[in-house]
């Protein structure tokens, strides 16, 4: 059985330059100890997907217009804030972006990492801080019993965030959700937060939904990953053939766009017609879409190269993708590996804004 079935989550911001559609539609299943990478610009809907999920997003302006989130056999949309704040840190861990906003400055790490235990009501506050030592030692951090007194300013950016992993994952919660928590970070803490992240899951045993907009971070780590544009899902699959046989104009953009290297990694994006070594960055031309009137096609229609006309005035589903692994599903119109071997640079056609 799925540990998360995300069915149709539809969500607006009703503001006063007219509703925002931050999240449309989205479908999805998390199963029991699965990592799900999800991709995407800054303003994708990645972050708000979740957030409503928990319950976090302010109400109004934000509105839940359908669809169901189901959770160990409980709908988290229909639930009240004193059952969603029990799930909250207990079944599902959260870690946030920024560890600075996350950490409270005046309290000690033992007693946020305890306070997170004890309001649960899960041990007593003895037990907790001494959990409290074995969980930064568990995260990585040396001389765990000395760094436990300490505040947070007193660690560096690295250890704030291996502590901010302690919070999320001191009730060994079934799911750990981790929205942008490693872009704060220089490159090589990145990584070291990566790894301890694939470790911990391991030995806990919690399927993560991991929030990025660095297609690196999630080839590092993801199972599954998702590419959202225009709060829809565009593509979804097993990473590696996400990667190899790219079928979404857009995750072909965002891949396009990375460089050859990062973080030491090499990226195989073999699509057909694809060079294999790119000497320059290249962006994707245009601009997002304005949330507040959505283009009435597929939202990447506009700064799509290979967009077709039914693109620009019809909502793809998200199906499975023609000839692709079992699992690997596709919003689009048209079939990239056909418009690939005419249009290999995805040169935009005449005429059209780039
Ligand atoms: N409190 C809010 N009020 C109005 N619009 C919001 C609010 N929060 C998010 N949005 C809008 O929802 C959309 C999705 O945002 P978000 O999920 O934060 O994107 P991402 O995490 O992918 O960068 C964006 O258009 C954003 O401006
Ligand atoms: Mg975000």
């Known amino acids: 059985m799925p540990l998360l079935e995300v069915n149709d989550l539809t969500v607006r911001f009703d503001t006063s330059g007219g509703a925002v559609h931050a999240v449309s539609g989205v479908t999805y299943n998390l199963e029991p100890g699965e990592t799900l990478g999800?991709?995407?610009?800054?303003?994708?809907?990645?972050?708000?997907?979740?957030?409503?999920?928990?319950?976090?997003?302010?109400?109004?302006?934000?509105?839940?217009?359908?669809?169901?989130?189901?959770?160990?056999?409980?709908?988290?949309?229909?639930?009240?804030?004193?059952?969603l704040r029990d799930i909250r840190g207990k079944r599902i861990g959260v870690i946030f972006q920024d560890p600075m906003t996350s950490l409270n400055p005046v309290l000690t790490v033992e007693?946020?990492?305890?306070?997170?235990?004890?309001?649960?009501?899960l041990m007593s506050k003895k037990a907790a801080r001494a959990r409290a030592v074995e969980l930064l030692d568990l995260v990585?951090?040396?001389?765990?019993?000395?760094?436990?007194?300490?505040?947070?300013?007193?660690?560096?950016?690295?250890?704030?965030?291996?502590?901010?992993?302690?919070?999320?994952?001191?009730?060994e919660p079934k799911l750990l959700i981790a929205d942008e928590p490693t872009t704060a970070l220089d490159v090589t803490v990145q990584a070291q937060i990566l790894d301890l992240m694939k470790d911990l899951k391991k030995k806990l045993g919690m399927a993560m939904i991991w929030i990025t907009h660095d297609m690196g971070v999630?080839?590092?780590?993801?199972d599954t990953?998702?590419?959202?544009?225009?709060?829809?899902?565009?593509?979804?699959?097993?990473?590696?053939?996400?990667?190899?046989?790219?079928?979404?104009?857009?995750?072909?953009?965002?891949?396009?766009?990375?460089?050859?290297?990062?973080?030491?990694?090499?990226?195989?994006?073999?699509?057909?017609?694809?060079?294999k070594r790119r000497p320059r960055l290249q962006q994707i031309g245009g601009a997002p879409p304005d949330m507040t009137n959505p283009p009435p096609g597929d939202p990447f229609a506009p700064r799509n190269p290979f967009a077709t006309e039914r693109c620009m005035v019809e909502v793809p589903p998200l199906v499975q993708a023609r000839d692709a692994a079992p699992g690997h599903l596709v919003a689009a119109w048209y079939d990239l590996p056909t418009a690939l071997a005419?249009?290999?640079?995805?040169?935009?056609?005449?005429?059209?804004?780039?």
């Open 218 to 222: 999630v080839a590092g780590i993801a």
């Open 225 to 275: 990953v998702q590419v959202m544009y225009g709060g829809r899902i565009m593509e979804r699959g097993p990473a590696r053939a996400l990667f190899q046989d790219t079928r979404s104009a857009y995750t072909w953009g965002l891949l396009r766009s990375l460089p050859d290297h990062s973080e030491g990694r090499t990226y195989e994006t073999h699509t057909p017609g694809q060079v």
């Open 111 to 121: 007693s946020q990492i305890a306070e997170a235990i004890t309001s649960h009501g």
């Open 342 to 354: 005419a249009n290999p640079n995805g040169v935009m056609p005449k005429g059209e804004a780039a």
């Open 140 to 171: 990585g951090i040396p001389e765990p019993a000395k760094r436990v007194k300490q505040y947070p300013h007193q660690f560096s950016g690295g250890m704030r965030q291996r502590a901010m992993i302690a919070i999320g994952v001191a009730c």
């Open 38 to 83: 999800v991709v995407g610009e800054s303003g994708s809907g990645k972050s708000v997907h979740v957030l409503s999920m928990l319950g976090l997003i302010p109400r109004p302006p934000g509105r839940i217009v359908r669809g169901s989130v189901m959770f160990e056999g409980r709908d988290l949309l229909k639930l009240r804030e004193r059952e």
